[in-house]
């Protein structure tokens, strides 16, 4: 069997789903159990833990590609992938179960999925986004994560000693189960990747169709396969969470430590399209999640029917 063979191509996309499934579960699985022993709310590990995790592939895809292809592949990769967390991920996990949005996750951590998306538009209108922009991202970070752990506290001090007696115990079986699941999630993504992007460079598309595409979604496959397994095991608040903080990561973590390295160049196609479909995508979320205390099935609807006419759109 030849390296680089379509056939090649379609193993490595086939192995990455089947990795990302059983990464998927492992990681549900061990942040639910870690989640009930410490007291704390699914919404916030999927905030957190599971938010951070999944983020992974995305910061080694871009990084990779600023350093060794382009920085339209890795800033196509962080725009697609919020888009794709947003219409895809959301989407498909509301359309299985109407999930409940969490107050906590819509007045804490809504509001910096929004303020890093507004600041990576108003940094990159000018064609360009440098390191002193991308200390400035990093800066956000630093005070979104003050914010995460501060309530985490609050959340550990308000538990009596009775109900820590009523606590199942933390497991080592627990964390190992987590570390899996985030390495089969970031290995199987990544083969999923590789895949694609071979297919379409062969196919003669550009970096940053690729970018918005293939490695958007490839990256986005963590989000979408924890959520959906989340949706399924009735767990279905971990999909908010994980795509608000997986929103937030993507911006503020990887943009962030890609401008430190190298400016990142932004085309007037992006500013011209990608964007703005950014923004809505954010501010269709918002909508939904404040006008109701769920996402309905025809939200979700809503949300793939705009994914599919995004992806449309950007066909050449």
């Given at each position: 069997?030849?390296?680089?063979?379509?056939?090649?191509?379609?193993?490595?996309?086939?192995?990455?789903?089947?990795?990302?499934?059983?990464?998927?579960?492992?990681?549900?699985?061990?942040?639910?159990?870690?989640?009930?022993?410490?007291?704390?709310?699914?919404?916030?590990?999927?905030?957190?833990?599971?938010?951070?995790?999944?983020?992974a592939p995305e910061?080694?895809?871009?990084?990779?590609?600023?350093?060794?292809?382009?920085?339209?592949?890795?800033?196509?990769?962080?725009?697609?992938?919020?888009?794709?967390?947003?219409?895809?991920?959301?989407?498909?996990?509301?359309?299985?179960?109407?999930?409940?949005?969490?107050?906590?996750?819509?007045?804490?951590?809504?509001p910096f999925m929004?303020?890093?998306?507004?600041?990576?538009?108003?940094?990159?209108?000018?064609?360009?986004?440098?390191?002193?922009?991308?200390?400035?991202?990093?800066?956000?970070?630093?005070?979104?994560?003050?914010?995460?752990?501060?309530?985490?506290?609050?959340?550990?001090?308000?538990?009596?000693?009775?109900?820590?007696?009523?606590?199942?115990?933390?497991?080592?079986?627990?964390?190992?189960?987590?570390?899996?699941?985030?390495?089969?999630?970031?290995?199987?993504?990544?083969?999923?990747?590789?895949?694609?992007?071979?297919?379409?460079?062969?196919?003669?598309?550009?970096?940053?169709?690729?970018?918005?595409?293939?490695?958007?979604?490839?990256?986005?496959?963590?989000?979408?396969?924890?959520?959906?397994?989340?949706?399924?095991?009735?767990?279905?608040?971990?999909?908010?969470?994980?795509?608000?903080?997986?929103?937030?990561?993507?911006?503020?973590?990887?943009?962030?430590?890609?401008?430190?390295?190298?400016?990142?160049?932004?085309?007037?196609?992006?500013?011209?399209?990608?964007?703005?479909?950014?923004?809505?995508?954010?501010?269709?979320?918002?909508?939904?999640?404040?006008?109701?205390?769920?996402?309905?099935?025809?939200?979700?609807?809503?949300?793939?029917?705009?994914?599919?006419?995004?992806?449309?759109?950007?066909?050449?």
């Amino acid at each position: 069997m030849l390296v680089g063979s379509p056939l090649t191509e379609l193993l490595l996309l086939a192995g990455g789903a089947a990795l990302l499934y059983l990464g998927a579960e492992l990681l549900v699985k061990g942040a639910s159990d870690l989640a009930l022993a410490v007291g704390l709310k699914a919404s916030t590990v999927g905030v957190t833990v599971v938010a951070f995790a999944t983020t992974a592939p995305e910061l080694f895809v871009s990084v990779l590609g600023a350093l060794t292809v382009s920085t339209d592949t890795g800033l196509g990769a962080i725009v697609g992938s919020n888009i794709a967390n947003i219409g895809l991920v959301l989407g498909i996990s509301a359309l299985i179960r109407p999930i409940a949005v969490s107050q906590t996750v819509f007045r804490r951590d809504v509001p910096f999925m929004v303020l890093a998306a507004l600041l990576l538009v108003g940094f990159g209108w000018d064609g360009r986004v440098g390191a002193f922009e991308g200390v400035l991202l990093l800066a956000v970070l630093v005070a979104f994560t003050g914010v995460i752990l501060r309530r985490v506290q609050q959340t550990q001090s308000g538990i009596s000693d009775a109900d820590r007696d009523g606590m199942p115990d933390a497991r080592l079986r627990d964390a190992v189960l987590v570390v899996g699941g985030i390495v089969a999630l970031v290995l199987g993504s990544r083969w999923l990747v590789e895949g694609g992007q071979s297919l379409l460079s062969a196919a003669g598309f550009s970096d940053i169709f690729i970018g918005l595409t293939v490695l958007a979604l490839g990256t986005s496959l963590p989000e979408l396969a924890a959520s959906v397994v989340a949706a399924i095991r009735g767990e279905a608040e971990f999909s908010v969470g994980n795509v608000v903080g997986s929103n937030i990561y993507n911006i503020l973590a990887v943009i962030g430590i890609v401008a430190v390295i190298t400016p990142i160049s932004v085309s007037p196609g992006v500013r011209g399209f990608e964007f703005p479909a950014l923004l809505a995508f954010t501010a269709l979320l918002v909508v939904v999640m404040y006008r109701g205390d769920h996402i309905t099935r025809v939200d979700g609807g809503v949300l793939v029917v705009g994914y599919v006419a995004f992806i449309y759109l950007l066909l050449p």
